[in-house]
T-cell receptor
Framework: SQQGEEDPQALSIQEGENATMNCSYKTSINNLQWYRQNSGRGLVHLIL?????REKHSGRLRVTLDTSKKSSSLLITASRAADTASYFCATANYGQNFVFGPGTRLSVLP | DTAVSQTPKYLVTQMGNDKSIKCEQN?????MYWYKQDSKKFLKIMFS???????INETVPNRFSPKSPDKAHLNLHINSLELGDSAVYFCASSQASSGGGNEQFFGPGTRLTVL
């Protein structure tokens, strides 16, 4: 089965609210990354968290990683309409290819 | 300047044809990838390639073959196209091999439609 699974599949919030997306995976990882995909575009890297890190921040983004639960979360604070996109987590391990989850479709309503 | 570029952006073709998609990166990366994104937005890796090794996803039919004339290019050739090949294909590159897990830079995608 798929290594990374995002939850929820779709999320609608109002502008200004926070959005939280979760990612679960099954095997050991070297790092976990979050990507954003705007409609009709390629993926854009957001943030990378290594297996020995628990939390990382980048602007309005906060990522946590719990290796004991094999899960990660992406929090977007004070969301904007421009945050509307699909968000993917990807896991990486030595000797193996990246594995992407199915993504969470986020809609931020004005 | 575009970091990872792909051509064409759209490709419409008949079943049974052979087609190629080109990818170029100007980031100086040593590893390039091809992904397939289906209609449900599920992204699957097809190949990763650097100067030393080609890693093939075993689920990829041998009708698909990557060709790398040099480190900056990884083209995707598809023979005998089938309806199920319709998808968006993304090229990507990174500095390290896939095992190192560095950030990947994606191209804009090629939407392939097989009629």
């Amino acid at each position: 089965s798929q290594q990374g699974e995002e939850d929820p599949q779709a999320l609608s919030i109002q502008e200004g609210e926070n959005a939280t997306m979760n990612c679960s995976y099954k095997t050991s990882i070297n790092n976990l990354q979050w990507y954003r995909q705007n409609s009709g575009r390629g993926l854009v890297h957001l943030i990378l968290i290594r297996s020995n890190e628990r939390e990382k921040h980048s602007g309005r983004l906060r990522v946590t990683l719990d290796t004991s639960k094999k899960s990660s979360s992406l929090l977007i604070t004070a969301s904007r309409a421009a945050d509307t996109a699909s968000y993917f987590c990807a896991t990486a391990n030595y000797g193996q290819n990246f594995v992407f989850g199915p993504g969470t479709r986020l809609s931020v309503l004005p | 300047d575009t970091a990872v570029s792909q051509t064409p952006k759209y490709l419409v073709t008949q079943m049974g044809n052979d087609k190629s998609i080109k990818c170029e990166q100007n980031l100086g990366h040593d590893t390039m990838y091809w992904y397939k994104q289906d209609s449900k937005k599920f992204l699957k890796i097809m190949f990763s390639y650097n100067n030393k090794e080609l890693i093939i996803n075993e689920t990829v039919p041998n009708r698909f073959s990557p060709k790398s004339p040099d480190k900056a290019h990884l083209n995707l050739h598809i023979n005998s196209l089938e309806l199920g090949d319709s998808a968006v294909y993304f090229c990507a590159s990174s500095q390290a091999s896939s095992g190192g897990g560095n950030e990947q830079f994606f191209g804009p995608g090629t939407r392939l439609t097989v009629l």
